[in-house]
């Protein structure tokens, strides 16, 4: 059984459409990369699966763990296991990274009928997150993003990621603006949280060099609002030969 | 400031916008003075809150080289009103840092005058205000600088967060200068929670009033940096928060 079933996907950003009927099924320990040229709705897709308030669903289902994805709150999705790693965190002045993540990973526990971490549990955590994605846990002290490179950005994204221990991530151009080390660090990282029987992984990402540590099962095109075309990780390697004109035509 | 004999009324500026209904239930009231020496320092915090209408009115004066940081949580379930009248001599500096929040058909208010008499006197005023339901919050701030006081720097800044469409804000920081050589900012601003920042902390799993009150918290601790009581404030600050959600 799939844990996420993506069908016939449409949607309006500001009265536009941009997803037309977007079908995608991702089982249990599959990564799967979708690429695409700009424009094309990928970002889209990640937000519409957070449940952006403005990305208005106008036709399709999207299921979830066996449940009704968009019927949930954003804060629902989260606590039921999904992720969102944005192509342009939000900067958040005043609310450091810490207290913000500890007060919504207890409230994802919360949900799921389990006891919050306690301070002292949670920095540990939090410490070995960061020690993984080999970011200065200095910086989790600071408030969310704000005066972070967008290296960092991306970097404390995946700590993130760590400390929630979603099911699902949907992670929108994590590799843009890393350094050559930085990529190898946050692919190994993202194998080290997602690479689980029971987890899986949707890359958004333009380049291979990503896909070189974080090796995909499934390889999509997405352009103008669906899919069209998927195959193995030969797929991306063909795009970054030949240009999308050439393979989606 | 002298104690007034007779219930003000709306046409004295200083009492636009107050709730008139409200101050008569506390009214007269008393000035409450404080005189600080050449050099000396101090602090105060001010929380205005409980469930009847609570009205402060302070008159200060600094001495040559004095420093007095002033902080003040104005959030009352009925009305809530601070006027402080500062006086500063040559070299004096005064900090003045206020939170109000308010929601239901609660009025709060902050009325400062700042005389700057002598040269070389600082202040500084922050004041960051979160407004629900049908409330107002009301800032009036007057800083005067004398004739002769040069080098005077004088600053305020007046923010206002709306979480209802009904809520409103009056802010009216006025300068009045007569010396030369004077370094007086002020700005002021009403806005909305970032939407984008909510989705942000959505997506992580606060529920949406947690995720409003961790970027509300944040604005108004604005108000608090660097007060020696600042995780009291920030705490009380918080809770008054959650009333108003
Ligand atoms: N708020 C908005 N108002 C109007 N149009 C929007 C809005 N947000 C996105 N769009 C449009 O939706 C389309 C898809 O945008 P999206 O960000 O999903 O593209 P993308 O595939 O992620 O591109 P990129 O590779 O550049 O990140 C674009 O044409 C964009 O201009
Ligand atoms: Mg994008």
Redesign the pocket.
Known sequence: MSLLSITDLANE??G?P?LKGLSLSIGAGEIHAIM?P???????LAYTLGGRP?YEVTGGSVTFAGEDLLAMEPHERAAAGLFLGF?YPVEIPGVSTVQFLREALNAQRKTRGEEPLSGGAFLKLAREKAALLKLDPEMLKRPVNVGFSGGEKKRAEMVQMGVLDPKFAILD?TDSGLDIDALRIVGEGINAIMRKPDKAVLLIT?YQRLLDYVKPDFVHVLAAGRIVRSGGPELALELEEQGYEAVVA | MSELATLPTRHEEDWRYADLAALETVWPVATETLTLAPGEQATRTLVLDGDSAVVRDLAVTLGAGAEFDLRVLNAGKAYGRLSVRVVLAKGAQFRFGAAQVAGGEQTVEIVTEVVHAEPDAVSNQIVRQVLGGRATGNYLGRVLVERGAIGTDGSQSVRAMLLDRTATANARPELEIYADDVKCAHGCAIGELDREGLFYLASRGLPPAAAKALMLQAFLSEAFAGAPDEETLTAAALAALEDVL
């Open positions: 950003v500001a536009k941009i695409g700009n424009g094309a709705g990928k970002s889209t403005g192509q151009e333009h």
